[in-house]
């Protein structure tokens, strides 16, 4: 026996609630099917669209145990990759949207869906990263494999506050980059310095979309969790042969922008899917997040740690925008 936060829905309305369920409860999850026994989980904006049923992300059938991320100790494999007693780490490959996710003590999740924890983490670590932390580390790496220098200018990221955006913010500074942090929550200027940002900039700044295809080049490269408007003036203001890495959509998701800064300044789009990601890029930027990110900086990122209980009442701080930084949710508690 073990608890789940599961979510119904009926009458276009959801209902997340902790229930008791047993172990031939979980779906089937197939020929490499490993049971986990999941001791962190996180909560990312989409968590918090699903949970509260406020944006379309279950795509699987109802009732359904959401959270896209986990990380827990194996209690049986049928795959050979991995054992009894092994950590392992699952975000995203449709965990809690499709398939069940990581709000569970207990999980059955395909093996090729995991990847095994980095020596250097700690469970809870790994789940102060989760899915924000790995999209931001797979957009570093974006901007690092397009060439962009920490010498040759600013790097941007938006949403700075957010979770993705913080732990963008922590990465790029530790990697000796020039960070410009924009945000568009007033209180977390000192958060946002002692993150390692140089300089921070209104949110405003780029909502509306630029004024000219080509505006003065500020950035050699940006990290965007705004899509929309945000993304289009990010681009009209990248330096010649800069990147953006866009991963986000908090501020919209249409896109008005020009070939421009393409075509003269070869200007680089560089979208970045942490869901469907490779597993050998993700053990990769797994390894990398491990060996940047320090205990200190874990435990800055991460505002609050809460039981499976407390996820709805958190999933709906989390849209308002009233929380900074990451969410871990101790799934054990
Ligand atoms: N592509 C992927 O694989 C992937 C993976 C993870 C997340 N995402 C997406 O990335 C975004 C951030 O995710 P998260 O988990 O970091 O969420 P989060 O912790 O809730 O952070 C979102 C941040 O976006 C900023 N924001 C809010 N409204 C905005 C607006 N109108 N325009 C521009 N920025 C706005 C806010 O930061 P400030 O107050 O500091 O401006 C907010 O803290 C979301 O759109 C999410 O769906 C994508």
Redesign the pocket.
Known sequence: MFEALVLDRSDEESRATVQTLEIDDLPDAGPDEVLVEVLYSSL???D?LAVTGAGKIIRGEYPMVPGIDLVGRVKKSRTDAFESGDHVIGT?WQLGEVEWGGYTQRAKVSGPKLVPLPDTLTPKQAMGAG??GF?AM?SVMALEEHGVDPDEGAVVV????????SLGVTLLSALDYDVV?????EG?HRYLRERGADRIID?SA??GGPERPMEEGKWVGALD????D?LATLISQTRRRGAVAS??????HELNTSVFPFILRGVRLVG????TCPNDRRRRAWRRLGSILTEEDFEAVTSRTVTLDEIPSVSRD?LS?E????VVVDVQG
């Open positions: 990312n904006y989409k918090g995203g899915t924000a999209t797979l938006t949403g700075a506050s957010g979770g993705a955006g942090a924009s945000t568009g929550s977390t949110r780029f909502e969790a705004g899509g929309g945000t991963f986000g959509n908090a501020g919209g970045i899917d942490s869901n989390v925008g929380v900074r930084g990451r």
